[in-house]
């Protein structure tokens, strides 16, 4: 079978954000369960799936933290979820506070 990679992905924690994460500038507002929750359904539906060879996290980089609507999972509920995404995958992280950003499965 095809192994799977996902180039990119992310969503901007903002309202629509999970139903259309290229459209960053459809909110100001700033909604963090829905960056959250968008990851979590990522990770509950493919950790399981063998073909899974790997992920790369979308922007990484910024400031974060809770009043930041953009993609970055820095200092967000979402860096919870990425980095049990990668855990769940057997992804060994050397920076506790940043997730991987790639996992290659054996």
Known sequence: KQKLFFSELGYPSQPGGATQPWHYLQSDQVDLNVQKEAFQAFREVWHT??????????????????????????????????????????????????????????
């Not at 980089?61 to 930041?68: A, K």
């Not at 506070?97 to 996992?103: D, W």
């Open 49 to 106: 799936v063998p073909q899974l060879l790997g992920v790369n996290i979308w922007n990484l980089w910024g400031l974060g933290g809770p009043h930041d609507a953009w993609y970055t999972v820095r200092g967000k509920p979402a860096a919870a979820e990425v980095q049990k995404l990668f855990q769940q995958l057997n992804v060994i992280s050397t920076d506790q506070s940043t997730p991987s950003i790639t996992k290659v499965n054996k």
